[in-house]
């Protein structure tokens, strides 16, 4: 499947096209996303707009490429349940997307968001790298939790 997007500045706000023909999703841009070569998934680097700090990495497919487009929020699909996940569905820390780059190869996707709620990490952390290289093999906790998972995801292991 291929898939094209297309960015049109309005008044700072997007309008993007959609065409959906023959079940295949299509939008119209300047550059191709390549699915095809991570099997349907590419890797999408999520940076917070203003300090540029990495928040995580996740991946993406055309369906939800095409979800995050239309909506401006952050929604990814998750290799563990084979299904889309939208970004803050149950914690409500949401993510809302400013800005999309593509790297060289078209292979990488870089959003960079307004990050809601102030933690985009499941377990509890503002970002998914809050652990550092202590000496050659400890991995050290170096940032403060901002919410305790087990009261945020009541509805089963979130691990």
């Known amino acids: ?19 959906t023909e023959a079940g295949e999703l ?13 099997n349907g998934l590419v890797p ?8 540029n700090e990495v928040l995580m990495l996740a991946y993406i497919n055309a369906e939800a490429f095409v979800e995050t487009v239309s909506t401006d929020h ?12 939208r970004k ?16 060289c190869d078209n292979d ?12 985009a990490c499941h377990k509890g952390y503002k970002s998914c ?11 050290k906790v170096v940032e403060e939790r901002v919410f305790d998972p087990k009261e945020v995801y009541k509805k089963g292991d979130q691990s």
Do not use: H, P
Request: some cysteine; glycine content about 8%; charged content about 30%.
């Open 1 to 19: 499947m291929e898939v094209v997007f297309v960015c049109m500045q309005k008044r700072k706000k997007r309008d993007w096209s959609l065409t």
């Open 26 to 38: 299509e939008m119209k841009s300047v550059q191709d996303v390549d699915f095809a070569k991570g």
């Open 44 to 51: 999408v680097i999520v940076q917070e707009i203003g300090s």
């Open 74 to 85: 952050a929604c990814y699909f998750s290799r563990k349940k084979q299904a889309l996940w």
């Open 88 to 103: 803050g569905e149950e914690s409500g820390n949401v993510q809302k997307v400013l800005e999309i780059r593509i790297d």
């Open 108 to 119: 990488t996707i870089l959003l960079k968001v307004e990050q809601v709620g102030g933690a």
């Open 129 to 139: 790298f809050f652990r550092a290289l202590d000496g050659i093999d400890e991995w």
